[in-house]
């Protein structure tokens, strides 16, 4: 198992003709199958990332049920059709989904938690440049295209010709833009 990664439920069950151990975790649908007369070996013979699953259907042809798995992208390369013999398919179609949705919320908080906030003013722009070499007293007013000074320090300022509100915060971005765009 990887880091943060537990078991959710686990059964005997038949995917392409061969008997095993269907898994679910966290974070991934495992099939696990184990061979071999004398030594027994276990085989991942399914990895599955949980976000990799597009689709979790039920299929009943009498007289069997089928749990019907649809993948694509995520690291995921396998067959993109995934069957699998299970009892109580729709048990496991419940939870497979109830995972997946538990997932996608854990990769948007951690998303969220990545993104780093700045807390940006003119002092902080200026030493910033100045530690580059850089030397950035004045900039051009985004509405009227006037040359302003920039001020030693504060969030914003307004334009001495047209009075427009220039914040510190939009000349970083300007900046970060600018440097993305090369």
């Known amino acids: 198992m990887e880091a943060n990664e537990s078991e959710v439920s686990r059964a005997s069950a038949r995917l392409r003709g061969t008997n095993g151990t269907f898994i679910l975790t966290n974070r991934r649908v495992l099939f696990e199958h184990s061979s071999g007369l004398v030594s027994r070996r276990a085989f991942i013979v399914l990895d599955l990332p949980l976000l990799a699953v597009k689709d979790v259907k039920i ?41 997946i949705s538990s997932r996608r919320l854990e990769v948007e908080e951690e998303k969220r938690k990545s993104r ?67």
């Not at 749990?67 to 013999?85: F, N, W």
């Open 116 to 182: 780093i906030q700045y807390v940006v003013d003119f002092s902080f722009l200026k030493a910033q440049m100045e530690r580059g070499g850089i030397s950035l007293e004045s900039i051009k007013c985004p509405s009227c295209g006037a040359n302003v000074q920039l001020p030693a320090q504060g969030s914003y300022f307004k334009c001495a010709y047209c009075g427009n509100l220039i914040q510190s915060q939009d000349v970083f971005e300007r900046m970060k833009g600018l440097l993305h765009s090369l």
């Open 59 to 99: 299929e009943r042809v009498f007289p069997k049920t089928k749990l019907v798995l649809i993948a694509q992208g995520e690291g995921y390369s396998g067959v993109p059709r995934i069957e699998v013999e299970v009892n109580s398919a729709d048990r496991w179609a419940s939870m497979i989904s109830s995972q």
